[in-house]
């Protein structure tokens, strides 16, 4: 009986060694994630062509709502099931999954970290969005991320893409550019995932971007973000 005893106090030892490693990994990429400094978001206002969302119509910012992150407006900036989904097969992989991740969370990853694949960066993605939706509105976020993401042709602004594509402001009292369409936003919305492989402004020859921004208005006109006048006017003009 002792000697079953001895064996199995060394089974629980095993055990707890790859538990206790686990736990010190987590907590120290929950550290790190907590020295990130989130208030430098707000430099992002000075870029010159930056506009706020309250600044847009709100098919403009809908748009990319209704792509990447439909429950934007409710979560609490991690979307829990995509970032545990993700880890669950970074742990099969050995490499961080991309995907899973809210906009909230894409802002982080895109401002504070690189494109590194690894479950650290997820970690520390997660405690840096979870900040960052407890000290901005979602206006805010969603301004921040607007404003920050990649467009392709080294425009980092969904203003400069607008003027760059289609000759078109974001900003709904601008007075120089005439203002952006539901379909022109659409179609923004629907490159940013490859942003080097699609190119708004030659969507009437590129039949992959016209299927991809069909389905962009499909999903913007399920979750009431246009109209069906709004979504017919858009699907006729590709």
Same mark, same amino acid.
């Given at each position: 009986?002792?000697? *079953?005893?001895?064996?199995?106090?060394?089974?629980?030892?095993?055990?707890?060694?790859? +538990?206790?490693?686990?736990? @010190?990994?987590?907590?120290?990429?929950?550290? /790190?994630?907590?020295?990130?400094?989130?208030?430098?978001?707000?430099?992002?206002?000075?870029?010159?062509?930056?506009?706020?969302? /309250?600044?847009?119509?709100?098919?403009? /910012?809908?748009?990319?709502?209704?792509?990447?992150?439909?429950?934007?407006?409710?979560?609490?900036?991690?979307?829990?099931?995509?970032?545990?989904?993700?880890?669950?097969? $970074?742990?099969?992989?050995?490499?961080?999954?991309?995907?899973? $991740? $809210?906009?909230?969370?894409? +802002?982080?990853?895109?401002?504070?970290?690189?494109?590194?694949?690894?479950?650290? *960066?997820?970690?520390?993605?997660?405690?840096?969005? /979870?900040?960052?939706?407890?000290?901005?509105?979602?206006?805010?976020?969603?301004?921040?991320? @607007?404003?920050?993401?990649?467009?392709?042709?080294?425009?980092?602004?969904?203003?400069?893409?607008?003027?760059?594509?289609? #000759?078109?402001?974001?900003?709904?009292?601008?007075?120089?550019?005439?203002?952006?369409?539901? @379909?022109?936003?659409?179609?923004?919305?629907?490159?940013? #995932?490859?942003?080097?492989?699609?190119?708004?402004?030659?969507?009437?020859?590129?039949?992959?971007?016209?299927? *991809?921004?069909?389905?962009?208005?499909?999903?913007? *006109?399920?979750? #009431?973000?246009?109209?069906?006048?709004?979504?017919?006017?858009?699907?006729?003009?590709?």
């Amino acid at each position: 009986m002792k000697k *079953r005893k001895r064996g199995c106090l060394g089974c629980s030892t095993l055990l707890l060694i790859p +538990l206790l490693i686990i736990t @010190l990994y987590v907590g120290f990429n929950v550290y /790190k994630g907590f020295q990130v400094d989130i208030g430098e978001l707000r430099t992002i206002e000075q870029k010159e062509t930056y506009v706020a969302t /309250k600044d847009m119509q709100p098919y403009v /910012k809908n748009a990319f709502i209704a792509v990447e992150d439909k429950r934007f407006n409710t979560h609490d900036g991690v979307d829990w099931f995509g970032t545990g989904r993700a880890i669950l097969v $970074s742990l099969k992989n050995g490499e961080a999954s991309q995907g899973g $991740s $809210s906009i909230t969370q894409q +802002l982080a990853k895109t401002y504070f970290f690189n494109n590194e694949k690894s479950i650290s *960066r997820k970690i520390k993605e997660v405690v840096v969005a /979870k900040r960052i939706e407890n000290n901005y509105t979602k206006e805010q976020i969603l301004s921040y991320y @607007l404003n920050t993401i990649y467009f392709g042709n080294n425009h980092y602004t969904i203003e400069s893409a607008a003027n760059a594509d289609f #000759n078109v402001s974001t900003h709904k009292d601008n007075q120089y550019y005439p203002q952006i369409s539901v @379909l022109q936003s659409a179609l923004l919305a629907s490159t940013i #995932n490859a942003p080097s492989l699609y190119h708004p402004d030659q969507y009437a020859s590129d039949d992959a971007l016209k299927t *991809r921004t069909k389905a962009t208005l499909s999903k913007m *006109r399920e979750q #009431n973000f246009i109209n069906d006048n709004q979504y017919n006017e858009a699907i006729s003009g590709l």
